[in-house]
């Protein structure tokens, strides 16, 4: 299973973006999805998930602002960021469960200047 994200970039202090997270391969049953991130010299943080049913769950700095959604026909996940904040400035990992096993993107970059 592969997993290809795509969408960042450099943008100025409340702009937008949208990610998106292509898997293709052996895909079986996927089940949660999720986007992490990194930033320069801290650890990996979990953003959101979105589960089959597609509820969602985020983490409390991007509520609001943040907005994921799954495409199942197409395997394909996306993640709408609204006003970005110099702080959101990091690595975006997709990351699934297909067939009970996690698979992650290489990542794509999204950098916001103030």
């Known amino acids: 299973v592969q997993l290809v994200e795509s969408g960042g970039g450099l943008v100025q202090a409340g702009e937008s973006l949208r990610l998106s997270c292509a898997a293709s391969g052996n895909i079986v049953d996927i089940g949660i999805m999720e986007w992490f991130r990194q930033a320069p010299g801290k650890q990996r943080e979990w953003v959101t998930s979105?589960?089959?049913?597609?509820?969602?769950n985020y983490r409390d700095s991007v509520k609001g602002r943040f907005t994921t959604s799954r495409d199942d026909a197409k395997n394909t996940l996306h993640l709408q960021i609204n006003s970005l904040e110099p702080e959101d400035t990091a690595v975006y990992y997709c990351s699934i469960i297909n067939d009970g096993i996690r698979y992650w993107g290489q990542g794509t970059q999204v950098t916001v200047s103030s």
């Open positions: 979105i589960f089959p049913d597609h509820s969602t």
